[in-house]
């Protein structure tokens, strides 16, 4: 085996490693969130308007590093089910704005109880979560960075 056949092990790809871990995450939150009638990525989207409500959408999909042909259905399915209201903005019609209805700020608190019962299912403790986010968060900057010059 050459130096170059193991640079190219699928087991060596640091994206490999991210992709399945992010696809594995997603399967130990589906029992989680189903209880809430909830996807993943609507409960990522309910987390950022939890935090703050009223926004854009180009700022809500920049926060979620999700372009609009795939926010735009996202949000119309949140809206469908009650959570959120999309209403255009009256300074720029070109800008819709996001809000929360009031049974989508009612789930915040039935949400409340997804990250403990995450952590447990992933068999990490407190610390090692705190450290591992730590370090992805960082590298996420760095990588966004990168992307953006």
Partial sequence: ???EDDLL???NQLCFAFYACSREMTKLYRP???GLGLTYT???TLLALWEKDGIGVKELGARLYLDSGTLTPLLKKLESMG???RTRSKA???NVIIELTDEGRALKSQAAEVPAKLYAGAGLRQEELESLRAQLQSLLRKVDEAVQT
Wanted: net charge negative; charged share 30%.
């Fill in 42 to 44: 609507q409960y990522i």
């Fill in 1 to 3: 085996m050459t130096p």
């Fill in 83 to 85: 959570l959120l209201t």
């Fill in 32 to 34: 989680i969130l189903s």
């Fill in 92 to 94: 720029d019609e070109r």
């Fill in 9 to 11: 092990k699928l087991e």
